[in-house]
């Protein structure tokens, strides 16, 4: 059977691991393996904007997908961003193999305040599930509670629940269910 | 309603290119990526792109602003957004001046982009539905809402479709309830102004100084209560066209600053010295026989001729007979629907006495009719019972008359119908069988107060 890779890419803390796994085995029934973590090219490195382009770190991680990988979730701490954009929280490949999510703009830190690793695990999953949605062809929902809802700052991300509307659990669930259904 | 609207990403670096296009496609979107300006043109002749985001400065080739007037030559609606990484003021003045519907510097906040693209595509569908309902619009009044197999009204469609790309004045006489508006539509929507505005303006229904003001506008202050400048109808109807109904009654005065208008194609708003230029079509309409009331000099003569470039006289519904199977048809399907009442169809019976009935009223009395009919019928079909009342009424029936003028016995009918109604003037008209404007005249006429 097909798996769900999880790859750290650059420092993840453990616990991180942990809380991802538990959202995985709740909504995606795939075996979830971890993968060897990867170094982040230099020249992923925008120093103009002290950032790390997300196409790279993607390119990165979709060269080293297991064959066997249903899907392959790329973690980490650094801040990215695309040229158009000034920053992402995740980025995935719509109906796809990869998606990565950054931990970075996740923590209270970031915004100055102290760290809480129940908000951090909280804006997590949420991410996760966000990109994971993607990866099974789910677009932005209009269902603000949705994970699949658009988040454009933190904000939007507190807003929305750690889980899938009805309407989106039934999609990603139509793709386990159906023979061809890319997983 | 997004995957409708193609989005197209032009810049000369890939990642750019890809990296947006990736982004927007979460969002739902269709989206097309070109790496320069000739690659974007050839892609906006096969897809008709709602938004185009171009860079600016692209090496070799096109830069973003041709690229931008060549996907405006081929796409006029497209919303172009132009995208660069040197913002300057010049730039971005020249990128507007032409036609550039915004300008953005990379890198930008997600929210802005997304916030930029959900506004440009509220508006587009705003549009998009507006232009789906002026076609229904005109559609309805080219085709479906005047009904007739009578050569003469055959005649008449035949002239407004003839007309309707003309600016010249057009004059329809009827009696009441012939459908003057209805050609008056007809006309406007069907011509070249059927995109503009088709205003009425019902003559009768104002005294001369309120109708003055509602033709012209007026200035602040220019009487107790103008708080502020109102336009006036001719200002409303710019580049379309103006309906005046029921023109024989206005006043000497409004006679003579209309008659100005219609030579001259300017005028003053009320209380104002400002002369206001307008492009409007009138559309006149009377049920008065307007060359005798010049004839007996209540009505001026070059008013009459300006008016009266073309002419249309309608027939009443008595000497259209063969249309009123076909008009009560259309009558009972719209409003059996309209009322969600299941009435099919009218009996053979029931159609000869309708056939056979005056209508003084004509098609508005004959809606009504049908209107009451379908209101009672106790059976799928409308038969002869649905409209025994409608004999009874009718001209057969002896009724005693007083020893009075005519007029008075108008003025009688007209109080009896106000009283009926509880002063309601819309359901007094359409019981008597005449409009709201002629009504609106009649009361003036004989001063009876509603």
Redesign the interface.
Known sequence: MNAFYLVAIGKVPDKVWEWIEDTATEWFPLPVRRLPPLSIPDSAYDGKRKQYQSVEIMKLVAQNAPRDASRVLGVTDVDLSIPMLSFLFGQAQLDGTVAIVSLCRLQQEFYGLPARDDVLRERLTKEVLHEMGHTFGLVHCPEQKCAMSLSTHIGMVDTKSEQYCSRCSLQIAERFASQDGGV | M?KSWPILVVDD?D??C???A??L????YRVDTASNGQQAVELAKVADYAIC?VDLKMPGGMDGIETMMEIHRVRPDASVII?TAYATVDTAIQAMKEGAQEYIV??????E??MLVSRILKLKKLQSENAILRKKLTRQYRHHDIITKNPRMEEILALTQEIASLRSTVLIHGESGTGKELVARAVHYSGSRAEKPFIVVSCAALTETLLESELFGYEKGAFTGANGQSKGKFELADGGTLFLDEIGDISPKLQADLLRVLQERRFYRVGGTEEVQVDVRIIAATNKNLAQEVQQGRFREDLYYRLNVIEIRLPALRERREDVPLLAEHFVNRISSELGRDVHGIAPAALRVLIAHDWPGNVRELENVIERAIVTCRNGMLDEQDFSWLQHAGPQQAWEIPDVPLGELERRAIVAALERKHGNVKEASASLGIDRSTLYDKLKRYEIAH
């Open positions: 997004k670096e990642v750019m890809e990296s947006m990736a982004w496609r979460e969002d739902g985001f995208i990379k890198p930008c906040n997600p929210q982009i997304s």
